[in-house]
C-alpha cells in the first residue's frame, strides 16, 4: 500500500526556518510531479509549491524567494525548505504526490508566531 511519511514540521519564530519532508514509500511505480499544498484555518487549501518529474519548479507568489522545493528521486522523497518564516505561513502542510494516480499526505502543523 502507498505511503506518504511526512515529517519536519512544528512551531518557529517569524523570520525563522523550518524544513518538511515527504518520503513515498510501498510502491516501486516511478514519482510523477510532487507538490505541497496548505490549508489555514478557516481557509481553502492552496498550492504552495510544485516539482515535476525533470525539476521545474512554480511556487505560489506569497512564498517566491522563501520557499524552496526539492526532490531526491532515489529515495522518493520531496523537500520543502521554508525560511524567512511569517505567521501567515501557519497552516497544515500536505504533501501531493503522482503516481498512477494523486497520493496526499496526512498533513503536518506548521505554526509561526511573531
Known amino acids: 500500500q502507498v505511503q506518504l511519511v511526512e515529517s519536519g514540521g512544528g512551531s518557529a519564530q517569524s523570520g525563522g526556518s523550518l524544513r518538511l519532508s515527504c518520503a513515498v514509500s510501498?510502491?516501486?511505480?516511478?514519482?510523477?510531479?510532487m507538490a505541497w499544498h496548505r490549508q489555514a484555518p478557516g481557509k481553502e487549501r492552496e498550492l504552495v509549491a510544485v516539482?515535476?518529474?525533470?525539476?521545474?519548479?512554480n511556487y505560489a507568489e506569497s512564498v517566491k524567494g522563501r520557499f524552496t522545493i526539492s526532490r531526491d528521486d532515489a529515495k522518493k522523497t520531496v523537500y520543502l525548505q521554508m525560511n524567512n518564516l511569517k505567521p501567515e505561513d501557519t497552516a497544515v502542510y500536505y504533501c501531493?504526490?503522482?503516481?498512477?494516480?494523486?497520493?496526499w499526505g496526512q498533513g503536518t502543523q506548521v505554526t509561526v508566531s511573531s
Open positions: 510501498g510502491t516501486t511505480v516511478r514519482v510523477l510531479g
Open positions: 516539482i515535476s518529474s525533470y525539476g521545474t519548479t
Open positions: 501531493n504526490v503522482q503516481l498512477r494516480s494523486s497520493i
